[in-house]
C-alpha cells in the first residue's frame, strides 16, 4: 500500500491530480498485460523505458 | 560524515562513496560482474568501495539515488497518452517491467540496502536526486572552479535531455530545460541506430565514422529533423522518429528522408553511413556551439562544466573549446550515467547538507585524474597472477618501466595495469593497452589482433603533458581525452594527389604524421595529457619511451577485447593477455611476456561478450 502512498504524495507535490485516473487507467490496462503476457522484458530503448 | 551515490536499473550501474566532501572510491558494477553496461544493482561496487574506505554498511550516513523514478514514470505516462492509441506495442513491453520493478523502486533500493546491514533504517537515509542534477554536480563539484556555467545534454533521465545550470561556491541551480522528446542525445542515437550500430554504445562508432565521411546530410538534418534556433535550442520533428511510440529509433519516414532502410548491423560500411555520421556530427556541434555561445553570454561565466552522456561526444567538447567563449571547459570523465552515482552523492553532500566545498590545490580538480577505482598490491599480484599460472619478472619500478619502455619501441602491444582502476568509460594508463604511436602498423593490429572490432576505429594518443603543444594544436591539459584537436601541422605528412583522392575507409592506411597510429584521417587526435602528479608511473614510461625515441606519445585504448568491460583484476588482465595477441603484460612490478607463457593457457574468449 505504501506505494499508493507516495504516488499520491507526488501528485500533491507536483500538482499533477490529472494524472491520477490516467495513471488508474494504464496501471489496470498494463496490469492485464503483466497477468496475460507474464513475462518483463525490457523494450529495445531501455534508456527511454 | 559518507554519502553512498548510486545509480542503477536503466544502464551503467555505479557506486560513489564522498567522505567529508572528498571524492573517496567509485567503480561501475560492470568491471566486477564483467558484464558491460550491467544495469542491476551495484552490490559490488558497493561492497568494494565500503571495504576500499575500511567502513561498514552501518557508517554510510546518506544513500543519494541518481534519479526519481516518478518523475521518470511520469513522462512514461504522459508520452504514451500524449501518443495514443500509437505506442501501444511500446506501452505493451514497458508496463511489465514498471509494474513489476521501476514503480517500486524505492523498496527496491530499500530491501537491497537492507541485505549489507539489516539493523540500519535505510529509509531515514536514502535521498534521491534529479537525473541532469546529477549530472551536473557530477561535472561542477568536482570540477577545479570556484564559479562556472554548467550544460548537460544526454539521452534523457526524468523529463530533461538538455539543462543549464549555474554553479557558485557550493551552490548549483539549474536554470534551464529542455524536455523529452526533444534531445540531441537521442538525435544521435537515432543515427547512432540507423548507420547499424547498437544505441548507447555505437555512439563512439558514429564519431569516430564521422571523418571519413563529408556532411552532405546535415542541411537536411537542419531542414527536416530538428529546428535549431540561434541560442542552440531545439526542437525535433517527431514525424520522423519512432522512439517514443515504437521499439526502435527511427521510422519510415525518416529512412525515406535518407533514400534507404537502415544499415544492418555488421554489413559493410558503405560511404553512405560514413557521410550520415560526417552530418550528424556536424549537427551536434553546431548545437553544442550555440547552446555555449548563448550560455556563456546569458551567465557572464568564463568557465563551463560539461556533463551527460553526449558530453563524451569529444570532437564537439573539441570545438566548444577552440569556439572561445570560454576561458576554460572542464568535462567530468564519468560523463555517463555512472558519473550520475558520484554528482548524487556530491549533490546530497552540498545542497541537501549543506557543506562547503572542500580546499583543492589551485587549479586542481577534484577527480584525482579519475583514478578511483580497485588496485592491487604487489604481493597480491603475484599471488593471483602465480595461481593462474602465468611466467613472469618482477622487476623494480625502474626497471619494469624502462623494460617496457623497450618493448613499446619494438613496437610491442603492452597490456598496462597500474594503479587504481579509471572511473569513466575511458582508459586513462591504469587499465591500458599500449603501443608505438610512430608505428604504421599499429592501429590495424591493435584493432584486428587484439581489440577484435572494427578495422575504422581510430585510437586516441597519451602524450606527456607538458609536450603536448609541440605535437598537437592544443595549449592546455586534456587528462580525461575528452577533447579533439589536431596533430601539430609540423608533424603533419603531406598528402600526395593520389592520397588526397581517395575516398572513405581507403583513407586508412595512409600515413598522415609522425604518430599515424594516433592520427585519424582528419588529421584530428583525441588526446589525453598525461600528468606526473596523477599518474607517475604511466608519466615516467612515456617519458622512457621519449628518452629512446624522442616521441613523447603513446597509442592508449582501453583493456580489454570488443563487448568486454575494462580489465579490473590481474586475473582478468592475464586472460587479455592470453586470449589475444597483447605481446606483454607489465602488472604492478611483474612483467609477463607472452612468448613465456605456456600456450596451453592460451584461450579465445571474445566470443562470450555481447557484440557492442
Given at each position: 500500500?505504501?506505494i ?9 507535490a507536483?500538482r ?34 | 560524515?559518507?554519502v ?13 562513496l ?18 558491460k ?7 559490488s561496487a558497493i561492497?568494494?568501495?565500503l ?13 543519494a ?8 514514470f511520469?513522462r ?15 506501452f505493451?513491453?514497458a ?21 549489507l546491514?539489516?539493523?540500519?533504517d535505510?529509509?531515514?537515509?536514502l535521498?534521491?536526486s ?14 577545479p ?6 550544460l548537460?545534454?544526454?539521452g ?11 554553479g ?9 530545460e529542455?524536455?523529452f ?10 543515427f547512432t541506430?540507423?548507420?547499424g550500430?547498437?544505441v ?13 565521411g ?11 529533423l530538428?529546428?535549431?534556433?540561434p ?17 526502435t ?7 525515406q ?13 558503405t ?7 560526417a ?22 561565466h568564463?568557465?563551463?562544466?560539461l556533463?551527460g552522456?553526449?558530453?563524451l ?10 569556439d ?7 568535462i567530468?570523465p564519468?560523463?555517463g550515467?555512472?558519473?550520475?552515482a ?24 577534484r577527480?584525482q585524474?579519475?583514478?578511483?577505482g580497485?588496485e ?9 597472477l602465480?595461481?593462474?599460472g602465468a611466467r ?12 617496457t619502455a623497450?618493448?613499446l ?8 595495469f597500474q594503479?587504481r ?10 587499465r ?5 604511436a ?5 592501429q ?11 578495422s ?10 607538458e609536450d603536448?603543444?609541440e ?9 580525461y ?10 608533424r603533419r605528412?603531406?598528402m ?12 586508412l ?7 599515424p ?6 588529421y584530428s ?15 615516467a ?9 624522442g616521441c613523447?606519445v ?26 589475444t595477441d ?6 604492478g ?9 605456456d ?6 574468449y ?7
Open positions: 500500500m505504501s499508493f502512498r507516495e504516488l499520491w504524495r507526488y501528485m500533491r507536483r499533477k491530480y490529472w494524472l491520477l485516473p490516467v495513471m488508474v487507467v494504464m496501471v489496470l490496462v498494463g496490469g492485464l498485460l503483466v497477468l496475460a503476457k507474464g513475462s518483463a522484458i525490457a523494450p529495445f530503448i531501455y534508456t527511454l523505458f | 560524515m559518507r553512498l551515490g548510486l545509480s542503477a536499473f536503466y544502464h551503467d550501474s555505479a557506486a560513489a564522498v567522505e567529508d566532501g572528498c571524492i573517496a572510491a567509485a567503480a561501475q558494477e560492470e568491471r566486477f560482474t564483467r558484464r553496461h550491467d544495469a542491476r544493482f551495484p552490490r561492497a568494494w568501495c571495504g576500499s574506505a575500511g567502513i561498514a554498511p552501518g557508517d554510510i550516513d546518506h544513500v539515488f541518481y534519479d526519481k523514478p516518478f518523475l521518470k511520469e512514461l505516462l504522459e508520452t504514451y497518452l500524449a501518443f495514443a492509441p500509437r505506442g501501444f506495442e511500446s505493451r513491453m508496463m511489465p517491467v514498471w509494474l513489476r520493478e521501476k514503480l517500486y523502486l524505492k523498496k527496491l533500493l530499500l530491501d537491497e540496502l537492507r541485505t546491514d539489516p539493523g540500519v535505510w529509509s531515514q537515509r535521498l534521491f534529479e537525473h541532469h542534477l546529477s549530472h551536473a554536480a557530477s561535472a561542477f563539484y568536482a570540477s572552479f570556484d564559479r562556472a556555467a554548467v548537460t545534454l544526454d534523457v533521465g526524468e523529463w530533461a535531455t538538455t539543462s543549464l545550470a549555474h557558485e561556491g557550493a551552490n548549483l541551480s539549474i536554470t534551464r529542455i524536455h522528446p526533444h534531445s540531441i542525445g537521442l538525435l544521435y542515437s537515432a541506430y540507423y548507420t550500430f547498437r548507447n554504445s555505437g555512439e563512439y562508432k558514429v564519431m569516430g565514422l564521422a571523418p571519413y563529408q556532411p552532405r546530410y546535415a542541411q537536411r538534418i537542419l531542414d527536416h530538428i529546428d535549431l534556433k541560442d542552440g535550442s531545439f526542437r525535433l520533428d517527431m514525424q520522423y522518429f519512432n522512439y517514443c511510440t515504437g521499439l529509433m527511427t521510422n519510415d519516414r525518416f529512412h528522408l535518407f533514400d534507404g532502410p537502415p544499415r544492418t548491423p555488421e554489413s559493410l560500411l560511404q553512405r553511413e560514413m557521410d550520415l555520421a552530418s550528424i556530427q556536424a549537427v551536434t556541434d553546431e548545437v553544442m556551439i550555440r547552446l555555449s555561445r548563448s550560455v556563456a553570454a546569458e551567465t557572464g568564463r568557465n563551463l562544466c556533463a552522456g553526449v558530453a561526444n569529444c570532437v564537439a567538447n573539441g570545438k566548444v573549446l577552440r572561445g567563449h570560454f576561458d576554460q571547459v572542464w567530468q564519468a560523463a550515467d555512472a558519473g550520475g558520484l554528482g548524487a552523492a556530491l549533490a546530497a553532500w552540498h545542497l541537501h547538507l549543506g557543506q562547503p566545498r572542500p580546499p583543492r590545490a589551485d587549479g586542481e580538480d577527480m585524474g579519475a583514478f578511483l580497485p592491487y598490491a604487489q604481493a597480491d599480484i603475484e599471488r593471483r602465480q595461481a593462474m613472469m619478472q618482477v622487476l623494480d619500478e625502474t626497471g619494469l618501466t624502462e623494460a623497450g618493448l619501441a619494438g613496437e610491442k602491444a603492452i597490456g598496462w594503479g582502476m579509471e572511473f569513466g568509460p575511458r582508459a586513462l594508463g591504469a591500458s593497452i599500449i603501443g608505438d610512430r608505428s604504421p602498423k599499429m590495424s593490429v591493435l584493432n584486428l589482433k587484439v581489440k577484435f572490432r572494427e575504422f576505429r581510430p585510437f586516441a594518443p597519451s602524450v606527456l603533458a603536448v603543444s605535437w598537437f594544436d592544443l595549449d592546455r591539459p586534456s587528462p581525452m575528452l577533447i579533439v584537436a589536431d596533430v601539430a601541422a609540423g605528412r603531406e600526395t594527389a593520389a592520397e588526397s583522392a581517395l575516398f572513405g575507409i581507403e583513407k592506411n595512409v600515413v598522415r604524421s609522425e604518430i597510429a594516433a592520427t585519424h584521417v582528419d587526435a583525441r588526446i589525453q595529457t598525461v600528468h606526473a602528479g596523477t599518474n607517475p608511473r604511466y608519466h614510461l612515456i617519458s622512457a619511451f621519449k628518452a629512446r625515441t613523447p603513446v597509442v592508449n585504448t582501453s583493456f580489454n577485447v570488443r563487448g568486454e568491460p575494462i580489465v579490473n583484476t590481474p586475473e582478468d588482465a592475464f586472460r587479455c593477455l592470453m586470449g597483447i605481446d606483454a603484460l607489465a602488472i612490478n611483474c612483467l609477463l611476456l607472452k612468448s613465456d607463457q600456450p596451453a593457457l592460451q584461450a579465445r571474445e566470443t562470450t561478450f555481447e557484440q557492442d
